[in-house]
């Protein structure tokens, strides 16, 4: 989808807080290289700013907030066939939440990157709600930028953590792979399998797609950030598929009441 420019862009990245060296800078953190910096810079232009001239990117807030709903809907959706709405609206809800949103802008390194008002630079450190909303405006410029394969990228690489339990330290997500071990030795004695089948993005923005295989039978695919990450989820689902089935055979084996 081609970006169309507009009167409020003339001049921006003329602006200092939009020099090419900082710009360079701040795409390094997020591992994306824009083909039109006009919307890195309008991205991270607080509507407070607009006292000084500049655009706003309440435009980009909101295509952003669309985009990553869509892309972390799609991603639950086909990752979690057995969950019902409801659990997938709660893990969607966590993955796009204001703290999901604060944590990945801190980790960015965003805040001194973004321009404000001078009733907020006198302040200090921005609000929170400002650096989330100026994450999201981000996320809506990668996608007119670059399309929906770099957006999905630019959501795995700064969003994926907050739809495997919780984040990469979470102990829950660090033991699917072992939890999965365990229930194969106890079914069949065989180690999982992981595979690596696809790998995509450039190397700053790289995602990799994992399968696993327990006692010949082949689980996921799972996306993450890192093998890791994709292992974990594979892990899952594997995981959720087993214990489903286990329960289904307790409920319904030879001489079990079918239905309720």
């Not at 965003?110 to 006198?122: Q, T």
């Not at 069949?188 to 399998?193: A, D, H, K, L, S």
């Not at 995981?239 to 319904?252: C, F, P, Q, T, V």
Request: aromatic residues 8%; proline residues 5%.
């Amino acid at each position: 989808m081609p970006f169309r420019k507009g009167k409020a862009f003339v001049g921006l990245l003329d602006d200092i807080r939009f020099s090419d060296e900082r710009l360079a800078r701040l795409e390094a953190r997020l591992g994306y290289r824009f083909r039109n910096r006009e919307l890195l810079a309008l991205a991270l232009c607080h509507s407070s700013s607009r006292q000084k001239g500049l655009p706003s990117n309440e435009r980009l807030e909101f295509l952003g907030d669309s985009v990553l709903g869509f892309l972390v809907s799609l991603y639950l959706y086909e990752s979690r066939p057995k969950l019902p709405e409801g659990e997938l609206t709660r893990l969607r809800t966590r993955a796009v939440s204001r703290p999901a949103l604060h944590r990945a802008a801190l980790e960015a390194g965003l805040e001194e990157f973004i321009a404000v008002g001078k009733g907020l630079e006198k302040r200090g450190s921005l609000p929170a709600a400002v650096l989330a909303d100026t994450m999201e405006a981000l996320v809506g410029a990668v996608f007119l930028d670059g399309g929906t394969d770099h957006a999905w990228a630019f959501v795995v690489r700064h969003f994926f953590r907050f739809l495997q339990g919780g984040g990469s330290t979470s102990p829950v997500a660090e033991n699917y792979k072992s939890r999965l071990q365990n229930l194969a030795q106890k079914q069949g004695g065989e180690i999982p399998v992981y595979k690596t089948v696809a790998k995509e993005g450039p190397p700053h923005a790289r995602s990799f797609t994992v399968v696993v295989e327990v006692g010949g039978r082949s689980f996921g695919p799972a996306r993450g950030r890192t093998i890791k990450e994709a292992e974990q989820g594979a892990a899952r689902m594997a995981l959720e598929a087993l214990e489903d089935e286990g329960r289904d055979e307790e409920g319904h084996g030879p001489g079990s009441p079918q239905g309720s």
